[in-house]
Structure formats: C-alpha cells, structure tokens
C-alpha cells in the first residue's frame, strides 16, 4: 500500500508502521523534509531520491505527494507472548529464531520457510535496520509467512532477557563459538542469527547463554543467514529426536 504527503508519512512513522520504501524528493532542504528524511536514516528505511516528476508518475490520480511516497506493508505481526503462547498450547518447550539486523528480503523469506518447515514456533526481528515482511519475503518463503509468527521488536536485547526470564536458553549463532554438534539444544532455545556481512552484535553476543558455531572446512569462512538458520534449526531437531 502506498501512502502520499508529509504528514501521512510523519505519522505512519509515528505509529510504528512498516515501511519498506520511502521516495523523497530531491533537493528538499526544509526543516520539515529534513526531519522525515532524519527519522527515516534512523529507523533504518531506505530512501529512494528521485525528481518531482518522477514522483508525480508514481501519485494516484488526484493525490499529493508533497514531496513524499512511502510503501507500506499489510503484513499483520505478532508478539512475542504470542510466540510463548502457541508454544505453551502445543505443549513444546520455545523453539524461537531472532534475527540480528537480516536486511536483504531474500534471507528473511528463506528463514521464515526453513523455520516454518521445521516447527519453530516463530521468527524475531528488529523494528529498525532490518528488513520487514514485505512482497518479495512472502514470496520467497511459498507462503511460510502466512503460518509462521513474526514478532516485530523495538529492541532484540530487550527481547533476549525476557526469553532468558522464561527459562528459554538463547545461544547466538557466530565464529569462534562452540561446535553446534557438540552443543546440547534439547529444550527450550533460541537462536540468534546475525545480519548479512555484520554478524551477531557484540553486546547481543555477550547477553547470549552460549556461542555456537558451525564447522567450516573451506576458503570461505562464513554462510549466509538463512543458510545457517536451516544448519542449526535441524542440529537441534536431530539431538531432539
């Protein structure tokens, strides 16, 4: 869905809403542009800069742009009692997947998929420098997303410690952490995968109960998320059953 003008944007951002592309016009230099731009850099949006003409090809008829389109996703999120929740009436321990700052659409609709596949009970990712549910995620996940929970959280640390008072054991996926074959996953666990590039941050990675990591035997010292989501979700799966 697409929304057009300054205030219309101000507060869809003021509201939380997901907002998968923001099209400003170039060369706004008021204090109001300035301000939408600033709070869109820091929320970790990306921001297209085209001509006025080119924004007003991408207006309905009859709509404002006012120097401002933003596309914003109908994807319904849930939160992370919610997660606790279907676990709880399953009768399974918490088997929850928290993303680190995944930005690219294709490793978040891989990971939602594999999980979705192996039972997890559901996905958590930041609200801000990540990537959300949008059309190309749904897609690539062949509709895992409309079966699978997604918690939108202002802050993963925040999340971690609330998973930790729970009794859920969090261990963050990365280099130089303890062999995951070696590791015991039975239980209730969560694993924290990095983003692509970055890696787990170092203040989640100590909040973590442990580090595990995944052998490697190549030149190449590292996988993309969803590829390691997928080793670690059925390294827990094969010690479970």
């Not at 996926?173 to 969560?190: E, F, H, P, R």
Request: proline residues 2%; neutral net charge; contains cysteine.
């Amino acid at each position: 869905m697409k929304i057009y003008g300054r205030n219309a944007v101000i507060e869809a951002m003021r509201s939380g809403a997901t907002i998968d592309r923001l099209v400003a016009q170039k060369d706004l230099k008021d204090p109001v542009s300035n301000r939408i731009i600033n709070d869109a850099r820091d929320r970790g949006i990306k921001i297209f800069f085209r001509d006025k003409i080119a924004l007003d090809r991408e207006c309905e008829q009859g709509a404002r742009h006012q120097g401002f389109i933003a596309e914003i996703t109908d994807f319904e999120y849930s939160d992370l009692d919610d997660i606790l929740a279907l676990a709880e009436k399953r009768g399974e321990p918490p088997f929850i997947i928290i993303l680190d700052g995944v930005e690219d659409p294709h490793n978040l609709g891989s990971v939602i998929r594999v999980a979705e596949c192996a039972g997890v009970h559901g996905v958590v990712i930041p609200r801000h420098r990540s990537v959300s549910v949008n059309d190309t995620v749904v897609k690539v996940s062949s509709g895992a997303t409309a079966h699978l929970m997604v918690a939108k959280v202002t802050n993963v640390n925040d999340a971690i410690v609330e998973l930790q008072k729970k009794g859920v054991w969090v261990y963050c996926a990365d280099m130089d952490g303890d062999d995951v074959y070696s590791t015991n996953l039975k239980g209730s666990i969560a694993f924290v995968i990095g983003g692509e590039g970055k890696g787990v941050k170092r203040l989640t990675r100590e909040l973590c109960d442990g580090v595990v990591s995944i052998p490697m035997f190549g030149k190449v010292n590292s996988l993309n998320a969803s590829v390691a989501t997928g080793i670690v979700i059925y390294e827990k799966i094969r010690q479970e059953r």
